[in-house]
């Protein structure tokens, strides 16, 4: 009761609880399943960089553990994995700065990316943004990799961040990047200063290294002229359609992104015309843009090029369908064709969309991952409908492939629920044995073999953690 005391005097007492009912809000992902309840012990809503160093450091003072979160109600990972402060962080949510001559972006943690989003639109900016509304925040989507439209080209969201404010675990408040410039008279305007680059410490850290509170973004021009095709494979031809991804992607395209058939397949179930032609299994949906009419259209050719030497089928109706909206008002409500899957595997008595692990890839090895995703969905009988396994892909810069898998189930059932977690343990298997990468999931959410097999990382870790010990004697000439 002396920590509960504390918070409140720090953030006011109708912004701390210790209520059961509350704390149970904040348990619970729907990406990882209702089974996995990670309950805290406290909730604070803090307002301020301030108020964050401060309860850092009482939570230090009392030996209480701390997670921050963002975005609650439908987005992010389940709570804290052993209890302790749940640090809720939507009430930091004010955009501090949009430069369009710099085109820079500065946004509090909290605050949702889709807000920033609209926000730079009206000023002829842009950042790549997802299709999922106003879920995750900026930090959330700053300190771990998300992907979203423009990934094919500009890469994962964090690799567009230039700076950082953050409050490190003693309470601290330091800004690294171009956020370390933040109050002079050019302002935030280069992620590399004088000195080390340290933003690296803080992307895919999952809060482990400080709390992030405010975040300087690089924005990008955005174009007035859009077009969106889709292309079809089937599944013998899945050597030409690694290919149409990898050239698309070397071409430095806006966007990539493909679906196997299951995504749009199961909505055809008793349908009188079906979405899909019989022989396909993998749509590709190819988005370029251009300031002036000409230019967009070569790019459009580009793309009919590019997809009829590799085999492609054009496929009327799928990018249309989506994209007719965005990016001028982002994107309709809900992807129709989600809405209709959802539907479809909802009459099916399948309930539950599970989504477990994003694995990293070389894009080269998509027919390899692919093939064994398939191998072990029929193994564990979640392949196909009703019990379908969506194939999610995100052909990125760097030759790479992340891509999700969304398995509809009945998650009141224990066996289909006992079925998924096998499945997605044999495949972890596999893939952490190949050298696969994971795009979130952080220890002890993955087998040690992903850390194993790395002894690396750790080596890094340990340098990382002497670095920081205000104790080290390095002088600036031991880098070298």
Not at 38 to 52: H, N
Not at 91 to 112: H, L, N, P, Q
Not at 439 to 454: A, D, F, G, I, R
């Amino acid at each position: 009761m002396e920590i509960v005391s504390r918070l409140k005097r720090i953030v006011g007492p109708d912004r701390v609880s210790t209520s059961e009912t509350v704390c149970l809000a904040y348990s619970y992902s729907p990406f990882i399943g209702k089974g996995i309840v990670r309950k805290p012990d406290i909730v604070v809503l803090a307002e301020t960089p301030e108020q964050v160093s401060e309860i850092l450091k009482a939570a230090n003072r009392y030996r209480v553990p701390i997670t921050p979160k963002g975005a609650v109600g439908g987005s992010g990972y389940a709570g804290p994995l052993r209890g302790g402060i749940l640090l809720d962080l939507t009430f930091m949510d004010k955009i501090i700065r949009i430069d369009v001559d710099e085109m820079k972006t500065v946004a509090e943690a909290g605050c949702s990316f889709f807000k920033l989003s609209q926000e730079l639109f009206k000023n002829g900016l842009m950042l790549p943004t997802t299709e999922y509304g106003p879920g995750p925040n900026v930090a959330a989507s700053a300190i771990q990799p998300v992907n979203a439209f423009g990934k094919t080209r500009y890469g994962r969201n964090i690799e567009l961040v230039e700076g950082f404010e953050v409050v490190l675990p003693s309470g601290e408040i330091t800004r690294v990047g171009s956020m370390a410039y933040a109050d002079c008279d050019f302002g935030p305007y280069y992620r590399y200063i004088t000195g080390p680059d340290l933003i690296g410490l803080w992307t895919k850290s999952n809060g482990a290294f400080g709390i992030v509170t405010k975040v300087a973004y690089q924005c990008l021009h955005r174009p007035k002229h859009w077009a969106f095709h889709s292309y079809y494979w089937p599944l013998e031809k899945i050597e030409d359609v690694t290919r149409a991804l990898m050239e698309a992607t070397a071409l430095e395209m806006f966007d990539v992104h493909i679906n196997d058939k299951w995504k749009y397949a199961g909505s055809d179930s008793g349908a009188e015309k079906p979405m899909l032609p019989e022989d396909c299994h993998f749509v590709v949906i190819f988005t370029v843009n251009a300031d002036n009419e000409r230019e967009l259209k070569g790019k459009e050719q580009t793309i009919v090029d590019m997809c009829t030497n590799h085999g492609g089928t054009y496929l009327r109706g799928i990018a249309e369908d989506f994209f007719t909206q965005w990016p001028t008002i982002f994107n309709p409500v809900s992807n129709p064709n989600i809405v209709k899957l959802f539907t479809a595997v909802r009459k099916a008595g399948s309930n539950y969309m599970y989504l477990y692990d994003s694995p990293n890839y070389p894009l080269s090895r998509f027919p390899e991952v692919y093939a064994k995703l398939m191998e072990l969905g029929k193994k564990y009988e979640i392949w196909g409908f009703p019990r379908l396994t969506v194939f999610d892909g995100f052909a990125m810069k760097s030759q790479m492939m992340c891509s999700q898998t969304w398995a509809f189930i009945n998650d009141n059932d224990a066996h289909w629920v006992k079925q998924i977690h096998k499945c997605q343990a044999e495949f972890r298997e596999w893939f952490g044995k190949k050298g696969g990468t994971f795009q979130s999931k952080l220890p002890p959410l993955v087998p040690e073999y992903c850390w194993t097999n790395q002894p690396g990382v750790f080596k890094l870790l340990k340098s990382i953690k002497a670095l920081l010990d205000p104790n080290n004697i390095l002088s600036p000439g031991t880098f070298e």
